[in-house]
């Protein structure tokens, strides 16, 4: 890695889009602490995507991030700095995409370079597993993302912010913080360890023209307890978690606009699921993947109403599209029948009509296509001075990306 970095770096005014992948820490500490000077005192003018992702989302499950000795020298670390701190949004002044995987920042100074005077911002922005102490802090959050009022993609898993010692879930969920108005966030994807973690991030979010959400549940697999996600899908509808006795006046639907709904490994009951779907009625596709359909399939029927006349009302009326995905192997031919009676009788009360997809889980593989990848996988060892990769550099007649495996 220290070979591959420093020779690469004499091109830094000429990175466009740098994405650094490994399995272990330990690359990825030398790597980023030969960039963070470099970046810190030159910047990276150019650069408009940054993926920095540690391949090992079990490693997020210790609540203490280890090496611990490799822990506080973190990216965009200020020891290095010789920018004033009113010049440093002039270090990445074209950064469109970053993705930070296992990997985390001085989250203070990356907001700092993150606050432009242009009006230019992220467009998309990741954050995957992260140990909690070196989430950012809920002040810290807030700020990465007011800096970036022209977001479009959103997607955090397992991370979010960090609640100290002196919070508790009560007090972390249900805080004072003002809205975080994104008017151009269009797709948010949430993967959450635990419920307060899901929740705090919704009620930051003022997102009125999201159209697609992904919400799966990523604990621990081998975790006993089950996460109960009836206030999440209580809050997406109402603006108002379960567990609140009293609306706020504030309250407010946090997707109003959703249109494409994906869910993945949520547990809920069929009656905060069918509250839900009453609730968005311009949905138009619903993916279920891993879910226990025998609970929220019957949720699409049209059910009676209290209204005088006793009318029918049919679920997000405008579904056309229902899809699942990793379906029991054998089962799938069940569910499918499941779907299409469903479909007839919310057709009966007016609503589209709906095409269904049903996948079951694969549990073959083909051991040549295996062997395969062996194979092509097989790489060139780099020589110790790295001379082909600098040739080949200098011989570019234009920039081109750079990822390091």
Known sequence: MLNVVNTILPYIHRWRSLEILTDVWAPMFVALSHINPFILSLGAQRLEYLALSRCNEFASFSPDFYPESMKEESFFTPNDCIVPVQYCNTLLPNLRHLKLQGVHVHWSMLNLMLTR????????????????????????????????????????????????????????????????????????????????????????????????????????????????????????????????????????????????????????????????????????????????????????????????????????PRLDKATLINVRPGCGPRYYSSLSDIDGKRREHGSTSLQCEVREIVLEHDDEDINMDFELNEGFELDEGSEFLSDYIDDLESDRSIMIY
């Not at 992220?122 to 959050?141: A, G, I, K, Q, T």
């Open 117 to 316: 005077q242009n009006d230019v911002s992220l467009v998309s922005l990741e954050l995957d597993y992260h140990s909690y102490d070196v989430r950012p802090s809920l002040e810290e959050f807030r700020q990465l993302l007011s800096s970036n009022p022209q977001l479009e993609m959103l997607k955090i898993r397992g991370s979010g912010p960090f609640a100290s010692d002196a919070d508790d879930d009560v007090t972390l969920v249900h805080h004072d913080y003002r809205f975080i108005h994104l008017p151009s966030l269009k797709n948010v994807t949430l993967g959450y360890h635990d419920i307060p973690e899901c929740q705090t991030i919704l009620e930051l979010l003022d997102a009125p023209n999201t159209w697609r959400l992904h919400l799966e549940d990523e604990s621990y697999k081998a975790e006993p307890e089950v996460l109960d996600a009836s206030s999440i899908l209580s809050f997406l509808a109402t603006g108002v978690f379960s567990d609140v006795k009293h609306k706020s006046p504030s309250a407010r639907v946090a997707f109003p606009g959703l249109t494409s709904l994906s869910l993945s490994s949520v547990k809920t009951g069929k009656r905060s699921f069918n509250a839900f779907l009453n609730s968005v009625k311009n949905l138009r596709d619903l993916t279920l993947n891993s879910m226990n359909l025998d609970e929220v399939l019957c949720s699409l029927l049209p059910s009676d109403s209290n209204t005088p006349d006793n009318s029918i009302l049919c679920p997000c």
